[in-house]
């Protein structure tokens, strides 16, 4: 199983981004997917989630109305639309699959950094 995120990068406070994850290995449609993060010095937490069948999404309360969360199932990809970024969403940014409630795998992380 390999998830292979990428999109990311160095933006001003305002700007927008999106990231994608490539999924292979595994039966894409049938995995929930989500996105985490993890800041220098930080605990990496919960960005995103959509479930496998019902495009069903979910988001923290400090990216609502500023990211969105999307899936192309027949490309095996994610998405994470971030739009309005700031400076506290500066991170590596990982994506993961989820059978279930547990994620059983994780990709390799995107840097995201946004200036003031």
Not at 62 to 86: H, P
Not at 100 to 113: I, N
Request: hydrophobic letters at 35%; proline letters at 3%; a positive charge.
């Amino acid at each position: 199983v390999q998830l292979q995120a990428s999109g990311g990068g160095l933006v001003q406070a305002g700007d927008s981004l999106r990231l994608s994850c490539a999924a292979s290995g595994l039966p894409f449609s049938t995995y929930g997917m989500g996105w985490f993060r993890q800041a220098p010095g930080k605990e990496r937490e919960f960005v995103a989630t959509i479930n496998s069948s019902n495009r069903r999404t979910d988001y923290a309360d400090s990216v609502k109305g500023r990211f969105t969360i999307s899936r192309d199932n027949a490309k095996n990809t994610m998405y994470l639309q971030m739009n309005n970024l700031k400076p506290e969403d500066t991170a590596v940014y990982y994506c993961a699959a989820r059978y279930g409630f547990d994620y059983h795998f994780w990709g390799q992380g995107t840097q995201v950094t946004v200036s003031s």
